[in-house]
């Protein structure tokens, strides 16, 4: 899931999202009205990350890419709009379930596309069949209010079928359904394999990982009352406001 949070509007350059200032970026349908700036996020990268991958590099090249899909995918509203991907042909895959089209990874959102589950419903840490686009994203954007970073570990294979590691964290400063926040590190690590068309387009991106290392770290808080957990969660939102990025 791989996915990033924070932003303002700015005409700042965005290093890692370079599709970001695309000539045509005005006539972009933005979901919050305007292309999103990614700085809180791209500096807990910076400060977090365990890798800086040589500039060119293939590790560099999958990083951005998939920071740059991500963006597309939480911030654009048409595929017409998406550069990093080939609608007609894309799948995304998480832990073999079946594949998701572009149409209904836009719909769902990554989180609820990657988070969602089969097991018992007693056993469910998050219901992302219960959760919409918009809902979901608050939840994470009230855990991290600094922001979900991402990062490439590893890369194994060239291009059309990229297999990678990867790894995404952030600081668990706000509330999440219920629990208190600890102020910890909270990270988890996953692989991922991409086929990619002629031009590079994403066909295909399977992901693998385990959502308990997650939320592993969400549920140590102490529990807190709907009432608190919800004005915390307004507090942050309004601290934070749209546009809004994961």
């Given at each position: 899931m791989a996915k990033e949070v924070q932003e303002s509007v700015t005409e700042a350059r965005d290093k890692y999202r370079s599709i970001l200032h695309d000539e045509d970026a005005d006539n972009i349908h933005?979901?919050?009205?305007?292309?999103?700036?990614?700085?809180?996020?791209?500096?807990?990268?910076?400060?977090?990350?365990?890798?800086?991958?040589?500039?060119?590099?293939?590790?560099?090249?999958?990083?951005?890419?998939?920071?740059?899909?991500?963006?597309?995918?939480?911030?654009?509203?048409?595929?017409?709009?998406?550069?990093?991907?080939?609608?007609?042909?894309?799948?995304?895959?998480?832990?073999?379930?079946?594949?998701?089209s572009a149409e209904e990874a836009l719909e769902l959102g990554s989180y609820n596309a990657l988070l969602k589950s089969s097991v018992p419903e007693q056993f469910k840490y998050y219901k992302a069949e219960e959760e919409s686009f918009?809902?979901?994203?608050?939840?994470?954007?009230?855990?991290?209010?600094?922001?979900?970073?991402?990062?490439?570990?590893?890369?194994?294979?060239?291009?059309?079928?990229?297999?990678?590691?990867?790894?995404?964290?952030?600081?668990?400063?706000?509330?999440?359904?219920?629990?208190?926040?600890?102020?910890?590190?909270?990270?988890?690590?996953?692989?991922?394999?991409?086929?990619?068309?002629?031009?590079?387009?994403?066909?295909?991106?399977e992901i693998y990982c385990d959502p308990s290392e997650l939320f592993a770290g969400l549920l140590k808080g102490p529990e807190i009352s709907e009432k608190d957990d919800s004005s915390n969660a307004s507090a942050a939102a309004a601290a934070h406001q749209c546009p809004v990025v994961h």
């Open positions: 933005w979901r919050h009205g305007a292309p999103p700036t990614y700085d809180d996020v791209n500096n807990l990268f910076e400060e977090g990350r365990t890798k800086v991958w040589p500039e060119g590099s293939l590790e560099e090249k999958v990083q951005n890419a998939i920071k740059s899909w991500e963006m597309e995918l939480s911030h654009k509203t048409r595929l017409q709009d998406f550069r990093t991907i080939n609608p007609d042909k894309f799948k995304l895959i998480v832990n073999g379930r079946e594949g998701l918009e809902s979901s994203h608050d939840v994470f954007r009230s855990a991290f209010p600094r922001g979900f970073a991402w990062e490439v570990i590893g890369v194994y294979s060239p291009p059309p079928l990229i297999t990678y590691k990867f790894r995404h964290w952030g600081f668990f400063e706000g509330p999440f359904k219920g629990h208190a926040p600890t102020g910890e590190m909270v990270e988890f690590y996953g692989l991922g394999i991409l086929k990619v068309d002629e031009t590079l387009k994403a066909e295909e991106v």
